[in-house]
């Protein structure tokens, strides 16, 4: 079983907390504590992120039941872009473990197709895991560009994800490429469909990666989705505009459940 890294901080109602791709749980940390004040906050590492020492390749299935192990039998979980994807494919596979889903600049697919218009270019996907082995460095500081381009603080942000991610140029490739695979090739439309537990979609007006129509898109799948989109924000709403997230998880999530 993959061990997972998991921090715990706060008290009230569980919430599980899954970053984005390349980034770990040092990213939440300008958040936490405003979340810290509502819920007993449980930050998700995913395998071969950050300090994770894992360095084999894995799977949505093989880190699906390493969460259910090791995570609370009941709790909320809110998923950042890959985050966003694991987060309902968790919650789809054991839904008695799952109270509410937050899926966070996500959707239930990353990359274009006939019928999906408003994802990445499979080209341009493509082009970027290949960049990836070459030049691991290079590649993930230009996408972190991408997530707040056109943002109102995009300089200050990206200085601040850039100093989260491992700056050296031997940075291990196999949980990046297993989480771009992810990415890639998952179609997680059929589970949104058929998706019964309360969730709330939270955009950003400006998303480079995530464009804001995925919202429509996702109520025409399920019209029990609840869309939020955050002005002005680009991919990284919770670091850019905190304090409207927190009000939207506020209003969305229950204020007692249970804490097991």
Not at 45 to 65: C, K, T, V
Not at 84 to 93: D, H, N
Request: charged residues 20%; glycine residues 6%; contains cysteine.
């Amino acid at each position: 079983m993959i061990p997972l890294n998991i921090q715990e901080s706060g008290e009230g109602p569980n919430l599980v907390l899954i970053h984005g791709w390349a980034m770990n749980n040092l990213v939440w940390q300008s958040w936490l504590a405003d979340l810290e004040k509502s819920y007993r906050v449980i930050c998700v590492e995913l395998p071969g992120h950050g300090d994770s020492e894992y360095s084999e390749y894995w799977g949505m299935n093989e880190l699906l039941e390493a969460m259910a192990a090791q995570l609370p039998s009941c709790c909320s979980v809110l998923g950042w872009s890959l985050g966003g994807m694991v987060a309902l494919a968790y919650a789809s596979e054991y839904p008695q473990r799952v109270n509410n889903l937050v899926m966070l600049a996500s959707s239930a697919k990353f990359v274009q197709s006939a019928d999906w218009q408003y994802a990445q270019l499979k080209n341009t996907f493509d082009a970027f895991s290949n960049s990836l082995v070459k030049k691991p460095l290079i590649t993930i500081k230009r996408f972190l560009k991408l997530q707040t381009e056109g943002g109102e603080l995009s300089k200050e942000i990206n200085d601040f994800l850039g100093s989260v991610i491992k700056t050296n140029d031997e940075i291990p490739t196999v949980g990046l490429m297993s989480g771009l695979d992810i990415l890639c090739n998952s179609d997680l439309r059929d589970l949104l469909k058929n998706f019964t537990c309360p969730t709330m979609m939270v955009l950003g007006e400006k998303d480079q990666l995530v464009p804001v129509e995925v919202g429509d898109e996702s109520i025409n799948i399920n019209p029990h989705v609840e869309v939020r989109v955050i002005e002005g924000a680009t991919h990284v709403p919770f670091l850019s505009h905190p304090d409207e997230v927190s009000d939207a998880l506020q209003q969305f999530l229950p204020t007692s459940e249970c804490l097991s």
